[in-house]
């Protein structure tokens, strides 16, 4: 329903403020979804004729005559029968949820895939939704007050206009892209995951209260370590950051400017490390966070999502072909490299729960603070699909229940694979494969642990490591040569990285994202349980009120997949100091 809408009467209010042209009163126009979007489109215009008649109402002439114009026609992008499926299998899992008992409330949920290759929406749905009936000759008050009371807001189209945490999802998008693509950093290279802090002083913490040391940015993605992101933010800089997810489509994002001013005269930026973790001060829209993945998944090509393909007249001519125009976000080099370091998120990180049946998939997690929302985004080579579950008044989603959006994914990815081949994501030129230090991501030398990783030939390390140098031996550069057949990951020091475990959850307080104050939640976790408190990063301190922020997932399962981890929360505090969650 959300994704149509639905037609009704016009009211004296719509005709007053002139929302629509040439309508009269009685005439039915588009009220929600795809029937508003487009009503002038859809909609003809009416006809009209003058006729005499006598007292008996018998016509005794004619006059002139207006003939109607009949409406055109939109040619959807939505696949009907996945549409129908996609619903069916969103309805099942929420019912089941619910008379379960895993989760008696369990009624929110936001789904769409899409084709990256042209921007495609082929399914959506949104839950709970509402009957279009109920409208086309005027609702009830009861059925009115129905909809309008409801908490998970049934009128509301969560794929396109609900706004949610991202959580670690955000990781991706506004750390890890703008470093691989302009700063020269490389999947290889490592940070020190170690006890940091913002620059407030808070901590940032992982989810086991433990660190790793010595950790990649293929493991950091694998696992989801808070540390390493933020520390990876911060050598980007959150203002790089902010600008990437500016290109990768997002419109919810706020810039310090007067259009970001609150009601209490503050003004907000997104401009911070708590981004990250996705930390923000708005949400994002579900449709949005899977146009970023698709881009991704596009070889770094950005496609606006489109829901109609073309406008036809009543005869089946084509008056108008919508295309979306692609525009180049990140290399292809650095598409490459973020799906093959998501493809592990799968295989061994936070997202085995989502493995397709003979389908190759790349895809990351998120988790909010206190399991208010769940996220997975994820890929293959034909489509990309978001999915959201959570509750729009904050309420904890119930440990049984933390699955629940995985499963739909995998639920929908497998029905919209049928009939196709397995692939890989294609490997483009501008990428080679090399042995480094698993340590260092330099060129080993004798003593050092190797992994295999892949690179953008610019960035191919052409220095040694100095960490396991073991005295006066004779090298020469052409014992380190790079290869295409080198062997896969060997890394000696994955032992040494937190891998996840399920239902570890963390909460990280920090990176306020006004210029005045505040404590904003973030964080993310990798095994086990933990509350994380994280940082500011504003000039100033006081009090500050945020919503739902920054994300969190927990790092590696091999069966479960479970995905934990928190990102923010409501931050209060008259003094600045961080918020705890438990």
């Known amino acids: 329903v959300h994704a149509l809408g639905y037609v009704g009467e016009v009211s004296a209010y719509e005709i007053e403020k002139g929302l629509f042209k040439n309508i009269t009163q009685g005439s039915l126009v588009g009220k929600a979804g795809l029937e508003k979007t487009y009503d002038k489109y859809l909609r003809g215009e009416d006809g009209a004729f003058m006729e005499e008649v006598d007292v008996a109402g018998n016509v005794v002439k004619h006059y002139d005559s207006v003939q109607p114009i009949p409406g055109k026609n939109l040619k959807l992008t939505i696949d009907y029968e996945l549409q129908k499926e996609l619903e069916a299998f969103t309805d099942k899992h929420l019912a089941f949820l619910r008379s379960s008992g895993i989760a008696p409330g369990a009624r929110a949920a936001a789904v769409v895939a899409i084709d990256p290759r042209n921007g495609a929406v082929r399914a959506m749905v949104s839950r709970p939704g509402y009957d279009p009936n109920w409208f086309v000759h005027g609702i009830s008050s009861k059925n009115w007050n129905s909809i309008n009371n409801d908490p998970n807001y049934p009128m509301n189209n969560k794929v396109i206009t609900g706004e949610y945490p991202p959580g670690s999802t955000f990781k991706i998008v506004s750390t890890y892209a703008p470093a691989l693509n302009e700063k020269g950093d490389t999947l290889a290279t490592t940070f020190m995951d170690e006890p940091y802090e913002y620059p407030d002083g808070s901590p940032v913490n992982n989810a086991t209260r433990s660190y790793g040391g010595e950790t990649t940015i293929r493991k950091a993605i694998q696992n989801s370590i808070n540390v390493v992101a933020v520390k990876c933010l911060e050598q980007v800089t959150p203002a790089l950051g902010l600008k990437y997810l500016d290109d990768f489509g997002f419109t919810t994002l706020a810039h310090g400017t007067e259009a970001d001013k609150d009601a209490n005269g503050n003004i907000w930026s997104d401009a911070n490390l708590a981004t990250a973790l996705g930390g923000i001060t708005n949400g994002v829209k579900n449709v949005e966070l899977c146009a970023a993945y698709a881009a991704i998944a596009n070889g770094g090509n950005y496609i606006k999502p489109i829901y109609y393909t073309q406008i036809l007249d009543h005869d089946g001519n084509v008056l108008i072909e919508n295309t979306s125009v692609s525009r180049s976000v990140i290399k292809d080099s650095t598409a490459y490299l973020l799906t093959s370091a998501m493809e592990d998120v799968v295989k061994k990180g936070t997202g085995t729960a989502c493995q397709l049946d003979n389908m190759t998939v790349a895809g990351k997690t998120g988790t909010t603070e206190d399991y208010n929302d769940l996220w997975f985004v994820g890929y293959t080579p034909y489509y990309t699909c978001a999915v959201w579950s959570g509750y729009d008044n904050n309420e904890k989603i119930p440990e049984d229940a ?181």
């Not at 306020?512 to 964080?523: E, K, L, V």
């Open 402 to 582: 933390r699955n629940f959006h995985k499963n739909l994914w995998k639920k929908v990815m497998n029905r919209i694979h049928e009939g196709l081949d397995d692939k890989d994501f294609d490997m483009p030129s501008s990428v080679e494969k090399a042995s480094v230090c698993s340590e260092t991501g330099l060129l080993p030398r004798a003593g050092c642990p190797t992994i295999t990783e892949y690179f953008d030939i610019s960035s191919l390390p052409t220095e040694y490591c100095d960490k396991h140098f073991y005295g006066s031996s004779d090298y020469s550069e052409n014992d380190y040569s790079y290869s295409e057949d080198t062997d896969a990951d060997t890394d000696s020091a994955a032992a040494a990285i937190p891998t996840a475990a399920p239902d570890g959850t963390d909460s990280t307080a920090g990176g306020d994202s006004t210029d005045n104050t505040g404590d904003n939640s973030g964080g993310d976790n990798t095994d086990n349980t933990g509350d994380n408190s994280g940082g500011d990063n504003t000039d100033n301190t006081g009090d500050n009120s945020g919503s739902d922020n920054t994300g969190g997932d927990d790092g590696s399962g091999d069966n479960t997949g479970d995905d934990d981890g928190g990102d923010t929360g409501d931050d209060t505090g008259s003094d600045g100091d961080p918020v705890e969650y438990y």
